[in-house]
T-cell receptor, first 115, second 112 residues
């Protein structure tokens, strides 16, 4: 089975901290995505990546950056955490050209609380 | 960004009842997908649809790809408590497109 692993299920961070959310997939997928999920707003795309060292902004990239140094790992970085970044963060992956056909495989999510 | 219109936003039903939810789009889609998200977990793919008019089942779940290619429906028959969660539709306008468009989800609560 394809596995997408997010390193933390729950995180509590202080305002202003730099926060790293890690995501690893074990199926050699080219495409990886970061979403945030908030009640009533659904899934909103933050950043995605088609290849190592490649990144593209999604719909809500402000306040976030990403890093993809290795194919299997896609990191989401909150440069200076703020309370409005309290949310559920979901990582997903899919193989090249297949996202619109077979869908994405999601991780279990990281619930981040910024205090 | 583009989003699908998914309804209803939430449903409260009794165990044993049937459930129906749908998604609509202003543009034509080539693929429709339905996901379920259990509380505290990530979404998991339930059903994928690739052809207009297609009707596909997965156990008690049945989904249909609308004839106009602008909508899709998911039905759950004889609901049970473990059906609780959030159901998302997703679509792609291009077969090989990398990015899916998601609905906002239908939150289902099943009372025993």
């Amino acid at each position: 089975d394809v596995k997408v692993t997010q390193s933390s299920r729950y995180l509590v961070k202080r305002t202003g901290e730099k926060v790293f959310l890690e995501c690893v997939q074990d199926m050699d997928h080219e495409n990886m995505f970061w979403y945030r999920q908030d009640p009533g707003l659904g899934l909103r795309l933050i950043y995605f990546s088609y290849d190592v060292k490649m990144k593209e902004k999604g719909d809500i990239p402000e306040g976030y950056s990403v890093s993809r140094e290795k194919k299997e790992r896609f990191s989401l970085i909150l440069e200076s955490a703020s309370t409005n970044q309290t949310s559920m963060y979901l990582c997903a992956s899919t193989t090249l050209g297949a996202g619109g056909i077979y869908g994405y495989t999601f991780g279990s999510g990281t619930r981040l609380t910024v205090v | 960004g583009q989003q699908l219109n998914q309804s209803p936003q939430s449903m409260f039903i009794q165990e044993g009842e049937d459930v129906s939810m749908n998604c609509t789009s202003s543009s034509i889609f080539n693929t429709w997908l339905w996901y379920k998200q259990d509380p505290g977990e990530g979404p998991v793919l339930l059903i994928a649809l690739y052809k207009a008019g297609e009707l596909t089942s997965n156990g008690r779940l049945t989904a249909q790809f609308g004839i106009t290619r602008k909508d899709s429906f998911l039905n759950i028959s004889a609901s049970i408590p473990s059906d609780v969660g959030i159901y998302f539709c997703a679509g792609s306008s291009q077969g090989g497109s990398e990015k899916l468009v998601f609905g906002k989800g239908t939150k289902l609560t099943v009372n025993p």
